[in-house]
């Protein structure tokens, strides 16, 4: 289904590819981490990310082999208390970001109460792709996928005063 590329015309397709014909080779979505590890305090910031990177997946398209490349082009992070944030960044850790511990991020989260809550994130991958090492031909649309779920303890602090001696 490929134009002759000995006709001049390059390696494309006869037919157009569309994103659902992309969809099948939707790479790995990437794990989510929380800080502080797997646990959060009520009222205090909570922080998230997503490792993931862009991808490309050598596969038969149309019959023919081909290149797939899928780039990260959107986060949206749920908390698992029915709140969620999209964001153009995957986040990143405190240490990553420069930043103290404890303190906001884009993908950060306060929980407002207690519970043992799933948190997960979508990431929305833009496609592109190519025949035989030619050009990279972009895909109108997106297509999504979402991490494992990353267990959250939410406590609430209570301080105690006590006299010395």
Not at 4 to 13: H, L
Not at 64 to 83: L, N, W
Not at 117 to 136: I, L
Request: a neutral charge; proline letters at 7%.
């Amino acid at each position: 289904m490929q134009g002759d590329p000995a006709a001049g015309g390059g390696a494309q397709p006869a037919t157009a590819i569309t994103i659902s014909d992309l969809a099948r080779f939707l790479p790995a979505s990437g794990s989510l981490h929380a800080e502080p590890d797997g646990w959060a305090v009520i009222g205090v910031p909570a922080n998230f990310w997503v490792d993931v990177r862009a991808i490309t997946v050598r596969a038969a398209l149309l019959g023919d082999a081909a290149e797939v490349r899928f780039t990260p082009q959107a986060y949206r992070f749920a908390y698992g208390d029915g709140s969620a944030r999209s964001s153009g960044t995957p986040g990143a850790s405190w240490a990553a970001l420069g930043q103290m511990e404890l303190t906001d991020t884009a993908a950060g989260h306060v929980y407002r109460s207690r519970g043992d809550v799933r948190a997960t994130a979508s990431v929305v991958y833009s496609a592109q792709y190519r025949f035989a090492g030619g050009p990279w031909i972009g895909v109108a649309g997106a297509v999504s996928a979402s991490t494992p779920p990353q267990r959250v303890l939410v406590v609430a602090e209570r301080t105690a005063l006590t006299r010395p001696g």
